[in-house]
Structures are given as C-alpha cells and as structure tokens.
C-alpha cells in the first residue's frame, strides 16, 4: 500500500488525513525503522507493508467507534505503539494512554512522543492488569487470545465504555464455550469482520461492554 493508497482508503474510514499527519507517520516510520535494530519491534518493516499492515490496520478501529467523539483511549501492550501512537497522529482529540511490559519499548514510545511532539499521550511500563484507570476506549492488538486478553484490559474500561479487541480472525479463539463464559461478566456487541486492502487477509474487531449489575 503506498501513500496514495493509504490516504484514499483511510478516506473510506471517515478519516482526513492532512499533510501534518502524514509527515508524523513519515516520521514515526523513520523511528521505528532506527529503533528496530537495537530492539525487536517488528518484523514488518517494508514502508509499503507497514503503511497497510500497521498504520492502516490500526485506524480499521474507527469502523466501530468514532474517535471523533472519544475522549480517553488506552491501548493495552501497545509494543511498537500499534495502534496507539497512529491513532493519537489521526486523532489529536484523543488522550492516549500506552501500556507496555518492556521497559526498552516503552523508552522508544516516550521518544517517538517527544520528536512528534505529541501532547496528551503518556507510555508507561507496566502490565494491563496491574494498572489502574478508567477509558472510554480500550483496546489491544495481536496481543493474546480473548479469553485472557479480558482479564488485561476490562477493568480499565469505564461504565459507558467499550473494549475493542484487534484481531485477525476469532473464530478458533471465540468458540461458543469461551462466548457463553465471557458472555456471563461482559456484553459482545459486535464482531466486525473485514478483509484488509491489497492483500485480503481477515481481521475482526470484537466490541465489548461490562454488563450493568
């Protein structure tokens, strides 16, 4: 996916991306690139590949809710900062919270907030499960299969917020007796399945909400 190709399909998302936040992602790219030698980010490093593979996958979050309208969003094991350092680049609107196990990454993530000059965005070093807040938005991408990831992540989720797990597909993981398990704290309000541009392969955002007692 080159530029062209990413501008027009965020487009598709309800997305305006300005020549400012381009050059962000230009820049971001260029950090991770750099920072990738020294710590294992990602294997993915091809601009094209990354464009469609990393920032493009991490804004597919906007198909089921609009950041617009969000105030606080936390991205639980954010690693190279996907999808959180990207959408805080989409999003200036969103005060972000990134949360890392890896104290290395969370060293990257606070000096790719200080190059981008990024405010209200904080990475800490720390586990999901260990930290305390309230969001409107959470969310996790390729970081463990769901029926672990809830015990991350919602109890960072505030009484009208939603968790929004990035997968690529679920179906192995959410089978019907990991569904009714999950289904007895939290409400699934959605499975948003869809293919990526170019290449196709699927992925699936799984909205959720903790049931009102």
Not at 152 to 181: D, P, S
Not at 183 to 210: A, C, D, G, H, W
Request: aromatic share 8%; hydrophobic share 40%.
């Amino acid at each position: 996916m080159n530029k062209e190709e990413f501008i027009e399909e965020v487009t598709k998302l309800g997305i305006q991306m300005s020549e400012d936040k381009m050059q962000k992602l230009q820049e971001f790219y260029s950090m991770m690139l750099e920072w990738n030698e020294k710590i294992n980010l990602t294997r993915i490093t091809e601009e094209k590949e990354v464009y469609l593979k990393h920032f493009y996958d991490s804004l597919t979050i906007q198909k089921v809710v609009n950041l617009n309208k969000v105030e606080t969003l936390c991205d639980v094991g954010t690693g190279a900062g996907f999808p959180g350092i990207v959408l805080k680049i989409c999003f200036p609107n969103l005060k972000v919270t990134l949360i890392d196990s890896l104290q290395k990454r969370v060293n990257y993530l606070q000096e790719v907030i200080k190059k981008l000059d990024l405010k209200d965005i904080t990475a800490i070093h720390t586990r999901g499960e260990e930290y305390k807040g309230q969001f409107d938005v959470v969310t996790s991408r390729a970081v463990a299969n769901i029926e672990k990831l809830v015990n991350y992540t919602m109890h960072l989720v505030a009484k009208e917020g939603i968790f929004v797990a990035m997968k690529a597909n679920v179906e192995e993981e959410l089978t019907r007796e990991v569904r009714q398990k999950l289904e007895k704290k939290y409400t699934i309000n959605q499975l948003e399945k869809f293919y990526l541009p170019k290449e196709n392969s699927i992925r699936t955002l799984v909205v959720m909400r903790k049931k009102s007692m």
